[in-house]
């Protein structure tokens, strides 16, 4: 084989295809129950949306990004993430809505240059939603509620809310440089990545994996946040217990994104191991601003499809449709090709789904294919049905047979199928 796909990539097809679909119908629709309407952004934008905003010292700028040049020499890059692209978009195009939430979701695939590994992909796709216009700590409990519900829906158990909050331009410089004191007493112990980056965003030691003993001697965020930080933080965790949504408040929580304002949260698989984030999310108060506009609060999450799908309980795993079709034509001879196809057109008109054997294979493995596709019909269009101008049509189901006229094929099969 000359050429395989790119390393941390897949192939979808057949069944597993099916269940993607099947997924992707289902959040989209539980998005379409919260009122959230679907946004289709480029999957490249400018890479300059992506540096701005994300943050120059984040793991997804500094190593994980697909960047390149077009023809003109513009600075281009496959989307890491959603929520930049999104904001973009809604600056651009006008979208908000005055005085309310604007409300979208998305699904598509994202790009990060990352070691491949279980639950984690170069090309990987995200459900998302993002609500823009409010800095009301019940968008966030909505958000928040939303993003659990999908693991309801897929009747996952035993997963972790890890919520805390990030604060604000008004209190982050304080902390931040208290965080930059207590670095510079401990730099000897940090990793390497760590020991550089610490001075441009000390903040940033929080997503590190392996300075774990070093975090948990630090001071957090949520000691030293402003009063309308504290007030948000306090009406969210009221709320979500109010909806008697449980989570725990985790004070290292940050995110590896820059724009997070207040609000971060993360939903743990705790069977997972290393990839154990199957959602997360955060208030991004501060990215409209980011983007060039004015001020214009948000918040919102994204969910790993590959991840939720991985992971899917086999229980609820119910009443996918793996049939490839509802009629399939069975031709023994080429000269039944023409009423096959014709018939399987009138048959599609009506809504159903019809292939026919076009392989010219022999009669017993056509109905072989036709018993595997999942078909509750097969019709045959051989020279005696031509010369008595009838279908033989089988029941894959009771292994009945009989005779219909061509002209009543369609009427009959509809009827047999209610
Ligand atoms: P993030 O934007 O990094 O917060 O990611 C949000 C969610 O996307 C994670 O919780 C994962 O479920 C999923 N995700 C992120 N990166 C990857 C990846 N490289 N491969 C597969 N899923 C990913």
Redesign the pocket.
């Known amino acids: 084989m000359k050429y395989t796909r790119p390393r941390g990539t897949q192939d979808l097809f057949g069944d597993s295809m099916v269940r993607w679909r099947w997924v992707e119908d289902k959040l989209a629709r539980l998005a379409a129950s919260y009122g959230y309407s679907e946004i289709r952004t480029p999957i490249f934008e400018m890479s300059d949306l992506f540096i701005r905003t994300v943050g120059e010292a984040t793991d997804i700028v500094t190593k994980e990004m697909y960047a390149f040049k077009d023809r003109k020499g513009r600075d281009l890059t496959l989307r890491p993430?959603n929520t930049a692209p999104v904001m973009r978009a809604f600056i651009e195009n006008g979208l908000q809505r005055s005085g309310g939430v604007s409300r979208f979701f998305y699904i598509g695939p994202?790009f990060?240059y990352?070691r491949p590994q279980a639950?984690?992909?170069?090309q990987?796709h995200?459900f998302g939603a993002e609500a823009i216009g409010s800095d009301n700590p019940a968008v966030d409990a909505e958000i928040i509620d939303m993003s659990l519900k999908i693991y309801r829906t897929f009747e996952f158990q035993g997963l972790e809310i890890r919520l805390n909050s990030v604060g604000c331009p008004a209190c982050r410089p304080a902390y931040r440089q208290i965080l930059g004191s207590s670095l510079e007493n401990l730099k000897g112990e940090l990793c390497d990545d760590c020991a550089q980056r610490y001075a441009v965003n000390p903040m940033r030691i929080f997503d590190c994996k392996e300075c774990g003993p070093v975090k948990a001697r630090l001071p957090v965020m949520t000691d030293h946040l402003c009063a309308d930080c504290s007030e948000h933080f306090a009406s969210l965790q009221r709320i979500l217990r109010e909806m008697g949504i449980s989570f725990v408040h985790d004070p290292l929580l940050v995110?590896?994104?820059d724009y997070y304002t207040r609000t971060a949260f993360?939903i743990l698989h705790p069977g997972l191991g290393g990839?154990n984030?199957?959602?997360?999310?955060g208030r991004y108060d501060g990215l409209a601003e980011d983007c060039g506009a004015g001020r214009v609060p948000a918040i919102g999450f994204?969910?790993?499809i590959?991840?939720?799908l991985e992971n899917i309980p086999d229980k609820a795993v119910v009443g996918i449709d793996f049939s490839k079709a509802d009629i399939f034509f069975v031709v023994p001879q080429k000269e039944g090709y023409a009423r096959a196809m014709n018939l399987a057109s009138q048959l599609r008109d009506r809504g159903m789904r019809v292939e026919v054997d076009l392989s010219g294979r022999a009669i017993k493995k056509q109905i072989k294919a036709a018993s595997e596709s999942g078909a509750s019909h097969a019709v045959f269009t051989g020279i005696e049905e031509l010369r008595e101008n009838a279908a033989a049509v089988k029941n894959l189901g009771s292994g009945e047979q009989c005779r219909v006229p061509f002209a009543d094929l369609a009427a009959f099969l509809e009827k047999e199928r209610e």
Do not use: K, N
């Open positions: 993430e994202m990060r990352d639950g984690r992909y170069r990987f995200q995110r590896g994104l993360e990839q984030a199957l959602c997360g999310g994204s969910a790993g590959e991840r939720l």
